[in-house]
C-alpha cells in the first residue's frame, strides 16, 4: 500500500510488514554503513582517553600563558617569578597526558 501525499512505497499508510499496527518504514538500516562505523570505532582501540587528556593539557597550557601574559602586563617587575610559575604549571599540566598514555 503506497502513501498517498508522499507517494512513497516506503512509508505506507497502514500496518507495516510486520503486521504490529505502526507506521514506521519498511525500509531497513544500511548494514555496510553500521559495519563501517563498527570498524572504526574498533580501530580506536579506546584511546579515547589519551586524545581528551591531550586536547585538555593543550587548552590549560594555552590559559595559563594568557594568564602570565596578563599578569606580566599588568606587574612587570614580577615577570621573573611569574615566569618560573608558568613553567612548572605548565610542566604539570602536561604531566597528565603521560599519566594517560603511560598508566591507564
Known amino acids: 500500500m503506497t502513501n498517498t501525499l508522499t507517494k512513497d512505497p516506503n512509508f505506507p499508510t497502514g500496518p507495516c510488514a510486520d503486521k504490529c499496527g505502526c507506521r514506521e518504514p ?8 553500521t559495519e563501517l562505523i563498527m570498524f572504526l570505532l574498533a580501530a580506536l582501540e579506546g584511546k579515547f582517553h589519551v586524545g581528551l587528556a591531550a586536547a585538555g593539557s593543550g587548552i590549560g597550557v594555552g590559559l595559563v ?3 602570565a601574559a596578563e599578569a606580566t602586563g599588568r606587574n612587570p617587575g614580577a615577570g621573573a617569578d611569574i615566569l618560573k610559575i608558568s613553567i612548572i604549571l605548565a610542566a604539570l ?3 597528565i597526558v603521560f599519566f594517560a598514555i603511560f598508566l591507564v
Request: aromatic content about 0%.
Open 26 to 33: 519498511k525500509t531497513k538500516p544500511n548494514k555496510i554503513m
Open 65 to 67: 600563558g594568557m594568564k
Open 93 to 95: 599540566i602536561e604531566g
